[in-house]
């Protein structure tokens, strides 16, 4: 029987891109995002294409309450769901000190503490099944603090990478599979704008690499593995001044 993928964040780039992928290995989706239109034509788009159902239900994450009642509602829907990404996140960020605080929060809140709660939910829902495999979408930022308007962004990425980690070694020995996925660059509306950016990738190429790497369910998988493997390890033990060049 085909199995259930859900995806937060799906309207657009990764979470949208990971979508087609996976629908076109055969998977079910449970799709959700704020922007219902892009979710609507995501669904139409894909079941026009393949022979796999496709829910979609507005979900803004912030709102900690609806993470769990979305969750559990697909779960209803489609009785089992396999496997959870945890994808929804923003690129917002500000130079610390500079009278930013409210917008380096948000990014803090909707990349950290919502996906704590999407976390929660998730993982509730595979104690019942027994089973579930939890993907959390983490960045290759998350390897060393990062300056400029990177600081919030990767503490929060690396917050939530410690989050997987844990929950994975909460989870050691049982059905229940936890995967933190660190993306190097990849080209979306999350960087739209920004000048090149080191060993970017396109979208396609890089939700490619991303359902790849997903369907071993690694403990952890650099996306796409060459160069970011690698690089995450010189980012761990090089001088910042030459981190820095990343961002
Ligand atoms: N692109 C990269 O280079 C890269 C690298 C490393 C990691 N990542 C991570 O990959 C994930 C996806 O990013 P992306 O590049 O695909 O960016 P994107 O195209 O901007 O997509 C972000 C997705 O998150 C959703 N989202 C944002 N805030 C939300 C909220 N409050 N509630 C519900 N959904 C929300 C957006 O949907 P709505 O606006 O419709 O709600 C959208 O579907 C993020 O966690 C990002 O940090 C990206």
Known sequence: MAKTILITGASSGLGAGMAREFAAKGYHLALCARRLERLEALKQELENQFS?????????????????????DFQQEFGTIDRIIVNAGVGEGRRIGKGHFE???????TNFISALAQCEAAVEIFRVQNKGHLVVISSMSAMRGL?????????????????????????????????????????????????????????????RALVKAIEKAPIKAYVPQWPWLPVGIAMKILPLKLVNKLS
């Open 52 to 72: 796999v159902q496709v829910s979609i239900k507005v979900l803004d994450v912030t709102h900690y309450d609806d993470v769990f009642t979305v969750f559990k």
């Open 103 to 109: 917008i380096n929060r948000a990014t803090a809140e």
């Open 147 to 207: 300056p400029k308007h990177l600081s919030t962004y990767a503490a929060s990425k690396a917050a939530v990478a410690h989050l997987a980690e844990g929950i994975r070694a909460e989870l050691l020995n049982t059905p229940i599979k936890v995967s933190t996925i660190f993306p190097g660059y990849i080209r979306t509306e999350l960087n739209e704008g920004a000048k090149k950016l080191p060993f970017e990738v396109d979208e396609k190429t890089g939700c």
